[in-house]
């Protein structure tokens, strides 16, 4: 289901949209309005997360930092 409003037929505000500096990139796989199926290699999927794994490494890092301080 599409979330874009041009795109009434595949059910206009069935998802969620993720939206990126350039364009509009939304769950359903549409971007922009053109609807495109973008599947990942396994080695894109591993890079992907290792990440995915590292940006919530330092969110935790930060989140104890600041935990500290107020302890503190």
């Known amino acids: 289901m599409c979330c874009s409003p ?3 037929q ?3 505000g069935q998802c969620h949209g993720h939206h ?3 364009r509009a ?3 359903c796989g549409c971007h922009d309005g053109h ?3 973008r599947v990942y ?3 894109e999927e591993l890079t992907k ?3 995915y794994l590292q ?3 330092a969110e935790v890092k930060a989140v104890e930092e600041r935990i500290g301080a107020l302890k503190n």
Request: hydrophobic residues 35%.
């Open 20 to 22: 990126g500096a350039a």
């Open 35 to 37: 609807f495109s199926r």
């Open 10 to 12: 595949h059910g206009a």
């Open 49 to 51: 997360i290792e990440s």
């Open 6 to 8: 041009n795109h009434a």
């Open 55 to 57: 940006d919530l490494q």
């Open 25 to 27: 990139q939304h769950a």
């Open 41 to 43: 290699s396994k080695e």
